[in-house]
């Protein structure tokens, strides 16, 4: 079965400093991987997707990046964070079927 | 570009009564409408998929409709019970939005014991 994990669970960073989040898919080749935010009551803003490896299509214009350097491993970087980088990023991934399967998600807090 | 509407204010019901939640959308219709159930601190939950030329699905005690004219979905829970609680997101698929789906803010349901 699939499984997809995310790490760290929570982080609390300053502002300015740089930021990296993974996530990992098991037991699927070639998903279509997806970085959402959620800020405090809000709904999922689409950050970034990717539809094989080191393709990568950003939704947002901000101080964040994204890579997949392998096929089941998506990777979330800002080199300085903003306060309003605050918030819960889930990954997610895609098959050929319809629904998106979330991970646990990472709760980011820059003070 | 596309706009998704849920009601952003709580809906609070009685358990054993009906929940229905909205999502409307406004442009042109989406080739299908996904429902998603969220518990605080977790990762949305798929529940449910309704495509353009589907008026409604059924699965257990959930419920979804999807009127194309009024622009509409609805979601319904029976038999409504405390365990129901949590937020629900819409998510809409255009055939021209490549591979994204993109979700609405949720409405977040409280059943009352």
């Known amino acids: 079965s699939q499984t997809i994990h995310q790490w760290p669970a929570t982080l609390v960073q300053p502002v300015g400093s740089p930021l990296s989040l993974e996530c990992t898919v098991e037991?699927?080749?070639?998903?279509?991987l997806y970085w959402y935010r959620q800020a405090a009551g809000r709904g999922l803003q689409l950050l970034f997707y990717?539809?094989?490896?080191?393709?990568i299509s950003s939704e947002v214009p901000q101080n964040l990046s994204a890579s997949r350097p392998q096929d089941r491993q998506f990777i979330l970087s800002s080199k300085k964070l903003l306060l309003s980088d605050s918030g819960f990023y889930l990954c997610a991934w895609k098959l050929w079927g319809d629904e998106q399967f979330f991970g646990p998600g990472t709760r980011l807090t820059v003070l | 570009s596309q706009k998704i509407e849920q009601n952003s204010e709580a809906l609070n019901i009685q358990e054993g009564k009906t929940a229905t939640l909205t999502c409307n959308y406004t442009?042109?219709?989406?080739?299908?409408l996904q429902w998603y159930r969220q518990d605080p601190g977790r990762g949305p939950v798929f529940l449910l998929l309704?495509?353009?030329?589907?008026k409604e699905k059924r699965k257990e005690r959930l419920k979804v409709t999807f009127d194309t004219t009024l622009k509409q979905s609805l979601f319904h829970i029976t038999a409504s019970q405390p365990a129901d609680s949590a937020t629900y997101l819409c998510?809409?698929?255009?055939?021209?939005?490549?591979?994204?789906?993109?979700f609405g803010s949720g409405t977040r349901l409280l059943v009352r014991p």
């Open positions: 442009n042109y219709s989406p080739a299908y």
């Open positions: 998510a809409l698929y255009w055939m021209d939005s490549s591979y994204k789906l993109i």
């Open positions: 309704i495509r353009e030329n589907e």
């Open positions: 037991g699927t080749s070639n998903p279509n």
């Open positions: 990717s539809v094989g490896i080191g393709q």
